[in-house]
């Protein structure tokens, strides 16, 4: 274990030059260059992590990263500075890109039933030669008499879709409008770990397959909601097997039977018949009372579900962390942090008032840098974030103001997430925090 930290102060040589950079190009540096190179080959070395004094290297590694990107006092924490900064913990990332590689590697996720394998992609050798590939178009309508216009020499008309439900049930339909007049309703139930992506493809092909064994030999106007469906069609080398096999159909329905297929997206829940027929029936195979198809998992899906264990990990060693005790006053959640960042971002002023590392006197005096942690407002207050955003006598007009308007929409004037839900009380708390920020070097000088 010498050796991987060795390998981390090593790595830490070469970067630091970097960290002269703005706090957010640091993060732009860190999420694209710094953590591919720790995750890569994770699934050969990742098992190291169990190892309690790589975790430490790592985590002291990716401090310096997290305290530039926020702005911080170099004595913040590591646990504080990286849940502000949203990196995910670097010990943490590495486990999630090794469990990545495995269910690459055997087709199995540990958390769906063995029978439900990862969805393969198609050989090279198995797609259509390139010259038998039929190259794919869409235009795009927006209204009824748009998809009228586009359709008009199309005696075939198919509208398709694909839904997922809120109870994780999926399905997919296709809606086929005949020359005479009638009406054909196609419905498959899929498997609860199938992507809305795949959902959508599968639809065409249902349709597109009902139409190559029927009778009709016309051309077909092909109508779907799904601007990445039709895009992945238009990749002539998309491995997917949903995507080949369309293709393979398009392939046939054109030199077999003298059918071509046109494609047009139409904007979703605009008031287009077809589309929203569609839509109505794929929701409706998603709640069928029968064997679901595709029993399959997108890799899309493993991520996904490998990152919200990952998320629940972080959760839980940000709860169980010590030295978070200032931090956590205001965030009790890393998705708490998260929205913050999202919405605010960071600033040196409101990274203080967070971490409860900055100018005030109780930090001063925590580091023997002033003689008492005392306010001069009375010498008697402790002169701490809390004594000087609700107390302190010298900011009491900036807090009148804050308060007055945080009162008048009956919001919390010191709970962030609820200040967040509003736009007025967030900008004049951060107002308020700068204020004070900027105000207390000459405070305390006096």
């Not at 913990?89 to 269910?103: G, S």
């Not at 009228?148 to 005696?155: G, H, I, K, L, V």
């Not at 829940?269 to 709640?287: F, L, P, S, V």
């Not at 913050?340 to 990274?351: A, D, L, N, P, Q």
């Amino acid at each position: 274990m010498g050796k991987a930290t060795r390998i981390f102060k090593k790595l830490a040589q070469f970067v630091r030059p970097t960290w002269g950079a703005h706090p957010e190009n640091i993060s732009l540096i860190y999420r694209q260059v710094i953590q591919p190179m720790f995750t890569y080959a994770a699934g050969i070395w990742g098992g190291a992590t169990r190892y309690y004094c790589v975790r430490k290297s790592l985590k002291a590694f990716q401090r310096q990263f997290a305290i530039r990107a926020i702005r911080a006092f170099r004595t913040v924490s590591a646990a504080a500075s990286i849940a502000l900064a949203q990196f995910v913990p670097l010990h943490l990332a590495i486990d999630e890109a090794r469990e990545i590689h495995e269910v690459k590697s055997s087709g199995v996720l540990q958390d769906i039933p063995s029978d439900i394998t990862l969805r393969p992609k198609v050989p090279i050798k198995e797609q259509l030669h390139p010259a038998n590939r039929v190259s794919i178009d869409y235009e795009e309508a927006y209204t009824q008499d748009d998809i009228d216009e586009r359709t008009q020499n199309c005696p075939l008309k198919m509208f398709t879709d694909g839904s997922k439900l809120d109870g994780g049930e999926v399905g997919c339909a296709a809606v086929i409008y005949l020359p005479d007049g009638k009406t054909t309703l196609l419905k498959q139930k899929l498997g609860r770990t199938t992507s809305v992506f795949v959902a959508e493809l599968t639809a065409i092909e249902v349709g597109l397959r009902w139409i190559a064994s029927s009778k009709w030999r016309q051309n077909v106007a092909v109508a779907s909601d799904s601007l990445s469906a039709l895009k992945a069609l238009q990749d002539r080398s998309n491995p997917d097997q949903t995507v080949t096999a369309i293709h393979s159909v398009l392939r046939d329905l054109r030199q077999n039977h003298g059918i071509d297929v046109s494609f047009t997206w139409v904007k979703a829940h605009c008031g287009i018949a077809g589309n929203e027929a569609a839509d109505q029936a794929a929701k409706a195979a998603a709640t069928k009372k029968t064997a679901t198809t595709l029993n399959e998992f997108p890799i899309s899906y493993a991520k996904y579900t490998i990152r919200k264990r990952t998320l629940a990990s972080w959760q839980a060693e940000y709860e169980s962390e010590t030295t978070n005790s200032q931090i956590s006053k205001w965030f009790h959640t890393i998705k708490d942090i998260g929205n913050f960042v999202k919405r605010v971002g960071t600033s040196f002023e409101m990274t203080q008032m967070i971490t409860g590392h900055g100018y005030h006197k109780s930090y001063l005096h925590r580091f023997k840098i002033v003689d008492d942690p005392l306010c001069p407002c009375d010498d008697t207050s402790v002169q701490d974030i809390t004594h000087l955003t609700q107390k302190c006598p010298v900011f009491a007009n900036n807090r009148f103001e804050h308060e007055t308007i945080c009162n008048n929409l009956n919001i919390n004037p010191y709970d962030i997430n609820e200040l967040l839900l509003k736009e007025t009380p967030i900008e004049s708390f951060i107002n308020f925090i700068k204020t004070i920020v900027r105000r207390l070097k000459n405070l305390n000088n006096t």
